[in-house]
């Protein structure tokens, strides 16, 4: 039988956190974040990274691991998440996946190949030398005519992805939005319960644009000038985050804080948007409405426990089937 993982996604500011929290604790679980910015240092309000404090002394990986100056990317998201797995379930523990980030989540739990190859090294210096002269929308235009999904799914302002959607087009003739959905096809190594969060579309941007304003008055500017003065640069990929970008074109003298914090809302609202559609996609998911439980954790924690209690437990008591060394190496990345 399969190990079991629980995952808990949705759109920005519609509450997974605290859930978390209170779900690995009737599991006696271990979460590891599916976060792209929260595994950076010195990220805190931008991310809207849990505290120590919210934590309650739940173990959490992939939190506070990197410097943002290093990269960060859904191959590297996969090596360290699935280590993080195999030591929780070493402990016959079980994993809560948390975060946002989509791709990463399906990366992960259907162990998707994304066949990096190094040949396309000519191909990515040529598309990045053109965004620096044309600009992302400029790049994010060429993906829209070749593959239309992909542009829907990936934000201009993301050229990592971008460049890596054409350079795969070039290379292979296949729209990578193609391939993913092929890899999606797979049978996942895991017994998956795989939760979106949701609400009503209006209230959810009102949430947003009163946690916008909350990270500004608990010193967001404060935190991307700290970043900057250590030599982080908005090419970077930690600069690259919502929260980031915005307040670095304040910092520059390109807007007013006001226009700042304006963009970002707008473009937090926007990204909230692209995030339910991602999942709409996804197959295997569970959708919870918030008000259909009232907004009241306890209501949807005992609903989730009804459903994926039973195979946690028979995991914790040691009652599955135990994994050939194959199965196992899914796990550890080999």
């Given at each position: 039988m399969?190990?079991?993982?629980?995952?808990?996604?949705?759109p920005?500011?519609?509450?997974?956190?605290?859930?978390?929290?209170k779900?690995?604790?009737?599991?006696?679980?271990?979460?590891?974040?599916?976060?792209s910015?929260q595994?950076?240092?010195?990220?805190?309000v931008?991310?809207a990274?849990?505290?120590?404090?919210?934590?309650?002394?739940?173990?959490h990986?992939?939190?506070d691991?990197?410097?943002?100056?290093?990269?960060?990317?859904?191959?590297?998201?996969?090596?360290?998440?699935?280590?993080?797995?195999?030591k929780?379930?070493?402990?016959?523990?079980?994993?809560i996946?948390?975060?946002?980030?989509?791709?990463?989540?399906?990366?992960?739990?259907?162990?998707?190949?994304?066949?990096?190859?190094?040949?396309?090294?000519?191909?990515?210096?040529?598309?990045?030398?053109l965004?620096?002269e044309?600009g992302n929308?400029f790049?994010?235009?060429?993906?829209?005519?070749i593959?239309?999904?992909?542009?829907?799914?990936?934000h201009?302002?993301?050229?990592?992805?971008?460049?890596?959607?054409?350079?795969f087009?070039?290379?292979t003739?296949?729209?990578?939005s193609?391939?993913?959905?092929?890899?999606?096809?797979?049978?996942s190594?895991?017994d998956?319960?795989c939760?979106?969060l949701?609400?009503?579309?209006k209230?959810?941007c009102?949430?947003?644009?009163?946690?916008?304003?909350?990270?500004?008055a608990?010193?967001?500017?404060?935190?991307?000038?700290?970043?900057?003065?250590?030599?982080?640069r908005?090419?970077?990929?930690?600069?690259?985050?919502?929260?980031?970008?915005?307040?670095?074109?304040?910092?520059?003298?390109?807007?007013?804080?006001?226009?700042a914090?304006?963009?970002?809302?707008?473009?937090?609202?926007?990204?909230?948007?692209?995030?339910?559609?991602?999942?709409?996609?996804?197959?295997?998911v569970?959708?919870?409405?918030?008000?259909?439980?009232?907004?009241?954790?306890e209501?949807?924690?005992?609903?989730?426990?009804?459903e994926?209690g039973?195979?946690?437990?028979?995991?914790?008591?040691?009652?599955?089937?135990?994994?050939?060394?194959?199965?196992?190496?899914?796990?550890?990345?080999?």
């Open positions: 399969k190990d079991p993982v629980i995952c808990l996604t949705g920005t500011a519609v509450g997974k956190t605290a859930l978390s929290i779900l690995a604790k009737a599991l006696d679980g271990e979460i590891i974040s599916a976060d910015m595994v950076y240092r010195y990220m805190d931008g991310s990274k849990i505290t120590r404090e919210e934590m309650g002394g739940i173990p990986h992939l939190i691991v990197l410097d943002p100056r290093e990269d960060f990317n859904v191959t590297r998201f996969q090596e360290m998440a699935k280590e993080a797995m195999a929780i379930y070493e402990k016959k523990r079980i994993p996946l948390v975060g946002g980030t989509g791709f990463y989540i399906q990366a992960l739990l259907y162990d998707v190949d994304f066949k990096e190859n190094d040949g396309g090294e000519t191909i990515r210096r040529e598309l990045e030398q965004a620096e044309r929308d790049l994010h235009q060429m993906l829209a005519e593959d239309p999904e992909s542009a829907e799914a990936i201009a302002n993301n050229r990592r992805r971008v460049i890596r959607a054409i350079e087009y070039r290379m003739g296949q729209k990578i193609a391939h993913n959905r092929e890899e999606r096809q797979k049978e190594p895991y998956a319960y939760y979106v949701n609400c009503d579309r209230l959810l009102e949430r947003i644009d009163r946690r916008v304003d909350q990270m500004i608990q010193g967001l500017v404060a935190e991307v000038e700290a970043l900057r003065s250590m030599g982080c908005r090419g970077m990929t930690s600069m690259q985050g919502l929260g980031y970008k915005e307040i670095l074109d304040y910092l520059d003298g390109i807007c007013s804080l006001d226009e914090v304006r963009v970002l809302k707008r473009d937090t609202r926007r990204f909230a948007k692209r995030q339910v559609t991602w999942f709409k996609r996804e197959r295997d569970r959708w919870i409405m918030m008000e259909d439980f009232a907004w009241d954790q209501k949807i924690l005992a609903h989730i426990l009804a994926c039973d195979s946690c437990r028979s995991f914790r008591a040691g009652s599955r089937t135990k994994r050939s060394k194959d199965d196992a190496s899914v796990c550890r990345g080999k």
